[in-house]
């Protein structure tokens, strides 16, 4: 592919660019360019929703462009508000810095990670004075704050808004200044927060930023933005196992999006993929991304495994609890062998889950809340609990 066939992939990618002219003179200029990329690290564990904008940055970074992740850990102290219907809770600086290192490691599995410049926004924001953080909040009246659309709505159903969060577009306005940013990449819920810095940029003498938005990957809901906080995403950390079963439950009308947007497999055939055999799309999807992000030789056991679980059988490879025996009273409510197991929280949880029909012992419904282990259960040794369909603990004895 050709320096001008990858560009127009590039600009291909984005669901809004501001400025497309400009920004197709900064790609052909030749010069290396200052791609900016900001990471929230309120939660520590990267997605298939990030690698959409981490999928792109890797083009720029093949074409020589300088990759700059700011990790936000001074404005994560705040929360970004964008698409909340209420305050997000602020992180600690120590938190904010643990989590951001997490996140390097996993952005080293699709970027160079000796071509990325990393950066912590505390590194200029931490060190303004007070006059200073006047005169930027002197760059935006509250009219334009309360064009996004989350403080918008908050305000108009007497949400609380804190003052603190008003600055928080503001803050990411300002990384690219202290950067000199020559292009910002985001998804479509930061759209105000990257135009802020188009602005910022222009108010303090800076050539303002060109910023491509990108489509937002739909969680395994069908419905939601895949988010961790909402239970619809699947991890690129998550083991090849876990990553296979959330990939079989892709919902099918959004699955050719999962293709289009995380993979680079050929289109025209995840189109016939798709018309002809469902399923087998999905097992198609599900071995592409074990093979992008643990490797070729886990998908077997990721397949064998889902469909020993599928068909209501115990996997060989599951996790095993030992308990003394001295900690084991022969007797033991079932409750409490499951909590101590740790396949559930509480002894209440274990409970629901028992009525509900949710834990199976050695591959057998049980729901009697009052039932007692013994240690007879315990056959060559050990007994397996199931809770749900695929969360299996098999627990032994010591000294039994």
Avoid at 166 to 178: I, K, N, T
Wanted: overall charge negative; glycine content about 8%.
């Amino acid at each position: 592919m050709t320096k001008e066939e990858k560009i127009e992939l590039i600009i291909r990618r984005g669901v809004q660019i501001f400025n497309e002219d400009s920004l197709r003179e900064k790609l052909n200029s030749g010069k290396k360019l200052i791609i900016k990329f900001g990471a929230d690290p309120s939660r520590p564990d990267l997605h298939l929703g990030h690698t959409v904008a981490l999928r792109l940055l890797k083009d720029l970074q093949d074409l020589g462009h300088e990759i700059v992740f700011v990790i936000g850990d001074f404005t994560a102290m705040i929360g970004d508000p964008s698409g909340r219907s209420k305050t997000r809770p602020a992180l600690t600086f120590d938190e904010t810095r643990k989590n951001g290192e997490t996140y390097f490691k996993q952005v080293a599995k699709i970027l160079d990670p000796k071509k990325i410049r990393i950066t912590y926004n505390s590194e200029w924001l931490a060190k303004m004075t007070f006059e200073d953080v006047v005169k930027l909040t002197g760059k935006y009246t509250v009219a334009r704050i309360l064009e996004r659309d989350d403080f918008a709505n908050r305000f108009k159903n007497n949400v609380p808004i804190g003052i603190h969060e008003f600055l928080y577009p503001l803050m990411q306005g300002y990384d690219s200044v202290a950067l000199n940013a020559d292009v910002e990449i985001g998804g479509t819920d930061q759209t105000f927060n990257l135009l802020v810095g188009r602005e910022l940029q222009k108010d303090y003498g800076q050539e303002s930023q060109d910023v491509m938005v990108l489509p937002l990957l739909v969680g395994l809901d069908g419905k939601e933005k895949m988010s961790k906080s909402l239970g619809n995403y699947i991890g690129i950390d998550e083991p090849a196992n876990v990553m296979y079963e959330k990939a079989m439950k892709i919902p099918d009308s959004i699955l050719f999006e999962y293709f289009k947007l995380t993979t680079d497999l050929d289109l025209s055939e995840v189109e016939k993929w798709i018309k002809e055999d469902i399923i087998l799309a999905h097992k198609k999807y599900a071995e592409e991304i074990i093979k992008m992000y643990h490797g070729e030789e886990f998908i077997k056991e990721a397949e064998e495994r889902y469909k020993t679980v599928a068909t209501g059988g115990i996997p060989e490879n599951i996790e095993e609890v030992c308990i003394e025996e001295k900690e084991f009273l022969d007797g033991m409510p079932y409750p409490d062998l499951l909590t101590k197991s740790g396949i559930v929280p509480s002894k209440s949880e274990a409970r629901r889950m028992i009525e509900q029909n949710g834990i199976s012992i050695n591959g057998k419904k049980e729901n009697d809340i009052n039932k007692k282990f013994e240690i007879s259960d315990f056959k060559d040794g050990f007994l397996v609990i199931q809770k749900g369909k695929k969360q299996f603990k098999r627990i032994i004895i010591k000294g039994n």
